[in-house]
C-alpha cells in the first residue's frame, strides 16, 4: 500500500533554533517528493521539489534531503522565524499511469518567542 | 503568471442542504484540475480530478459530485450535506500532463455543516 508518514505529528521550538522535520513513504515506482508548507486556514505552498536523482534542494532557510534507497525525506529549517509556524507536508508521487500523488498529514510546527 | 481562485472563502450551511464551491484558474490552458477535502489535523484527501472539460474522476464515493463545464473552471457539489462533509476545501491545478506533475493550490474554502 501507497503510503506517506510524517513525524513528528507536532513540534514546538524556540525562535532562531533549527528543526528537521521527517518524511517516509513507501510509494512506487517514484517519481518526485515535495514539501510544501500551509499556513493556518490557507492553501499549501510549494517549498521544495526532488526527483529521485537529486539528494537535497534548498530554498533559503528550508533544506530538504532525499534518500530514495530507504525511502527517506527531511526538512531542515535554520534559524527559525515566527512566520515559519505552519504545518509542513510532505507530498510523494509515483511514476505511473493514473493519479498516484500520495499526501502526508503533515508536522505542525509553532515557533515561539 | 497563473492564479487560482475560489469562492466562497467560508460557508455555514444546515444539514440537507446543497452546495455549490467554484474554483477558476488564470493564465493556463488545459490545467489539471482537483478537488481535496482536509479534515481538522489530518492530511488532504483527493475527491475528484479533471484532465479535462467534461472529464471527471472520482476518488472517494460519497454525495459530493464535480463539474467542469469550461476548461478553467471546476465546481464541487453536493444535493445534500452532511454533518461529516465540514472540512477546508482546496481546489487545485497542474500542468496538463502526468498525475505527478507539481500542483498549485488555491486559497481554500471553509465549510461548516451544522
Known amino acids: 500500500k501507497n503510503q506517506v508518514e510524517q513525524s513528528p505529528q507536532s513540534l514546538i521550538i524556540l525562535e532562531g533554533k533549527n528543526c528537521t522535520l521527517q518524511c517516509n513513504y513507501t510509494v512506487s515506482p517514484f517519481s518526485n517528493l515535495r514539501w510544501y508548507k500551509q499556513d493556518t486556514g490557507r492553501g499549501p505552498v510549494s517549498l521544495t521539489i526532488m526527483t529521485f536523482s537529486e539528494n537535497t534542494k534548498s530554498n533559503g532557510r528550508y533544506t530538504a534531503t532525499l534518500d530514495a534507497d530507504t525511502k527517506q525525506s527531511s526538512l531542515h529549517i535554520t534559524a527559525s522565524q515566527l512566520s515559519d509556524s505552519a504545518s509542513y507536508i510532505c507530498?510523494?508521487?509515483?511514476?505511473?499511469?493514473?493519479?498516484?500523488?500520495?499526501f502526508g498529514a503533515g508536522t505542525r510546527l509553532f515557533v515561539k518567542a | 503568471s497563473q492564479t487560482i481562485h475560489q469562492w466562497p472563502a467560508t460557508l455555514v450551511q444546515p444539514v440537507g442542504s446543497p452546495l455549490s464551491l467554484e474554483c477558476t484558474v488564470e493564465g493556463t490552458s488545459n490545467p489539471n484540475l482537483y478537488w481535496y477535502r482536509q479534515a481538522a489535523g489530518r492530511g488532504l484527501q483527493l475527491l475528484f480530478y479533471s484532465v479535462g472539460i467534461g472529464q471527471i474522476s472520482s476518488e472517494v464515493p460519497q454525495n459530493l459530485s464535480a463539474s467542469r463545464p469550461q476548461d478553467r473552471q471546476f465546481i464541487l457539489s453536493s444535493k445534500k450535506l452532511l454533518l461529516s462533509d465540514s472540512g477546508f476545501y482546496l481546489c487545485?491545478?497542474?500542468?496538463?500532463?502526468?498525475?505527478?506533475?507539481?500542483?498549485?493550490f488555491g486559497p481554500g474554502t471553509r465549510l461548516t455543516v451544522l
Open positions: 507530498v510523494v508521487s509515483g511514476n505511473t499511469g493514473g493519479f498516484k500523488t500520495i
Open positions: 487545485a491545478w497542474s500542468v496538463r500532463g502526468p498525475s505527478y506533475n507539481e500542483q498549485f
